[in-house]
Nanobody, 129 residues
Framework: QVQLVESGGGLVQAGESLRLSCAASGRTFGSDVLGWFRQAPGKEREFVAAIRWSDGSTAYANSVQGRFIIDRDMSNNTLYLKMDSLKPEDTAVYLC??????????????????????WGQGTQVTVSS
Protein backbone atom coordinates (compact mmCIF):
# COMPACT_ATOMS: atom_id res chain seq x y z
CA GLN A 1 0.00 0.00 0.00
CA VAL A 2 1.41 3.36 -1.02
CA GLN A 3 1.68 5.96 1.71
CA LEU A 4 2.70 9.60 1.31
CA VAL A 5 3.39 11.66 4.41
CA GLU A 6 4.11 15.37 4.15
CA SER A 7 6.02 17.48 6.66
CA GLY A 8 7.82 20.79 6.90
CA GLY A 9 4.95 23.23 6.78
CA GLY A 10 4.66 26.16 9.15
CA LEU A 11 4.17 29.88 9.63
CA VAL A 12 6.67 32.19 7.97
CA GLN A 13 6.87 35.82 6.95
CA ALA A 14 6.73 37.02 3.38
CA GLY A 15 10.10 36.63 1.67
CA GLU A 16 11.20 33.70 3.79
CA SER A 17 11.73 30.09 2.76
CA LEU A 18 10.46 26.63 3.63
CA ARG A 19 11.25 23.13 2.48
CA LEU A 20 8.49 20.57 2.41
CA SER A 21 9.14 16.85 2.49
CA CYS A 22 7.00 13.93 1.40
CA ALA A 23 8.09 10.54 2.68
CA ALA A 24 6.88 7.77 0.37
CA SER A 25 6.55 4.06 1.01
CA GLY A 26 4.95 1.03 -0.55
CA ARG A 27 6.02 1.51 -4.15
CA THR A 28 9.09 1.63 -6.35
CA PHE A 29 8.35 4.69 -8.45
CA GLY A 30 10.55 4.01 -11.46
CA SER A 31 9.43 6.44 -14.16
CA ASP A 32 6.29 7.54 -12.28
CA VAL A 33 5.58 11.23 -11.96
CA LEU A 34 5.13 12.74 -8.50
CA GLY A 35 3.77 16.18 -7.80
CA TRP A 36 2.87 18.87 -5.32
CA PHE A 37 -0.54 20.50 -5.24
CA ARG A 38 -2.00 23.10 -2.92
CA GLN A 39 -5.41 24.18 -1.73
CA ALA A 40 -6.14 27.53 -0.16
CA PRO A 41 -9.28 28.17 1.90
CA GLY A 42 -12.29 28.60 -0.34
CA LYS A 43 -10.34 27.79 -3.49
CA GLU A 44 -9.91 24.76 -5.68
CA ARG A 45 -6.87 22.57 -5.39
CA GLU A 46 -4.21 23.61 -7.88
CA PHE A 47 -1.07 22.20 -9.40
CA VAL A 48 2.26 23.46 -8.09
CA ALA A 49 5.05 21.27 -9.49
CA ALA A 50 5.81 17.78 -10.77
CA ILE A 51 8.87 15.62 -11.27
CA ARG A 52 9.60 12.41 -13.10
CA TRP A 53 11.15 10.14 -10.54
CA SER A 54 13.64 8.42 -12.81
CA ASP A 55 15.34 11.38 -14.52
CA GLY A 56 14.28 14.41 -12.47
CA SER A 57 12.57 16.26 -15.31
CA THR A 58 10.23 18.91 -13.89
CA ALA A 59 7.27 21.15 -14.55
CA TYR A 60 5.99 24.14 -12.57
CA ALA A 61 2.93 26.30 -12.33
CA ASN A 62 3.56 29.81 -13.63
CA SER A 63 2.80 31.24 -10.19
CA VAL A 64 5.76 29.46 -8.58
CA GLN A 65 8.22 29.25 -11.48
CA GLY A 66 11.57 30.64 -10.38
CA ARG A 67 10.71 30.56 -6.66
CA PHE A 68 9.99 26.88 -5.97
CA ILE A 69 12.11 23.84 -6.74
CA ILE A 70 10.84 20.26 -6.74
CA ASP A 71 13.39 17.52 -6.13
CA ARG A 72 13.63 13.96 -4.90
CA ASP A 73 16.01 11.75 -2.99
CA MET A 74 15.81 8.33 -4.57
CA SER A 75 17.87 6.69 -1.82
CA ASN A 76 15.27 7.39 0.84
CA ASN A 77 12.15 7.69 -1.33
CA THR A 78 11.46 11.29 -0.39
CA LEU A 79 10.01 14.12 -2.46
CA TYR A 80 10.85 17.73 -1.65
CA LEU A 81 9.54 21.18 -2.44
CA LYS A 82 11.91 24.07 -1.69
CA MET A 83 9.95 27.29 -1.53
CA ASP A 84 11.78 30.63 -1.63
CA SER A 85 10.51 34.21 -1.66
CA LEU A 86 7.21 33.12 -0.19
CA LYS A 87 4.20 35.37 -0.61
CA PRO A 88 0.95 35.58 1.37
CA GLU A 89 -0.86 34.12 -1.66
CA ASP A 90 1.20 30.94 -1.24
CA THR A 91 -0.74 30.22 1.94
CA ALA A 92 -2.41 26.83 1.52
CA VAL A 93 -2.40 23.18 2.48
CA TYR A 94 0.28 21.53 0.37
CA LEU A 95 -0.24 17.92 -0.71
CA CYS A 96 2.06 15.50 -2.46
CA UNK A 97 0.73 13.00 -4.94
CA UNK A 98 1.99 10.11 -7.05
CA UNK A 99 0.77 8.88 -10.42
CA UNK A 100 1.10 5.38 -11.80
CA UNK A 101 -0.30 6.59 -15.11
CA UNK A 102 1.92 9.57 -15.96
CA UNK A 103 5.43 8.61 -17.01
CA UNK A 104 6.64 11.71 -18.77
CA UNK A 105 6.55 15.34 -17.70
CA UNK A 106 4.22 17.27 -19.99
CA UNK A 107 2.82 20.36 -18.24
CA UNK A 108 -0.71 19.98 -19.56
CA UNK A 109 -0.75 16.38 -18.33
CA UNK A 110 1.06 16.63 -15.03
CA UNK A 111 -1.34 19.29 -13.74
CA UNK A 112 -4.35 16.99 -14.12
CA UNK A 113 -5.27 15.93 -10.60
CA UNK A 114 -7.45 13.04 -11.75
CA UNK A 115 -4.37 11.25 -13.08
CA UNK A 116 -2.78 11.00 -9.66
CA UNK A 117 -3.48 7.75 -7.80
CA UNK A 118 -2.06 8.39 -4.33
CA TRP A 119 -2.29 11.45 -2.11
CA GLY A 120 -0.89 12.55 1.20
CA GLN A 121 -2.87 14.29 3.91
CA GLY A 122 -1.17 17.63 3.43
CA THR A 123 0.87 20.12 5.43
CA GLN A 124 -0.19 23.69 6.18
CA VAL A 125 1.90 26.59 4.94
CA THR A 126 0.98 30.05 6.17
CA VAL A 127 2.77 33.15 4.93
CA SER A 128 2.16 36.38 6.80
CA SER A 129 2.63 39.80 5.24
Amino acid sequence: QVQLVESGGGLVQAGESLRLSCAASGRTFGSDVLGWFRQAPGKEREFVAAIRWSDGSTAYANSVQGRFIIDRDMSNNTLYLKMDSLKPEDTAVYLCAASQRIHIVIPLTTRRQELYDYWGQGTQVTVSS
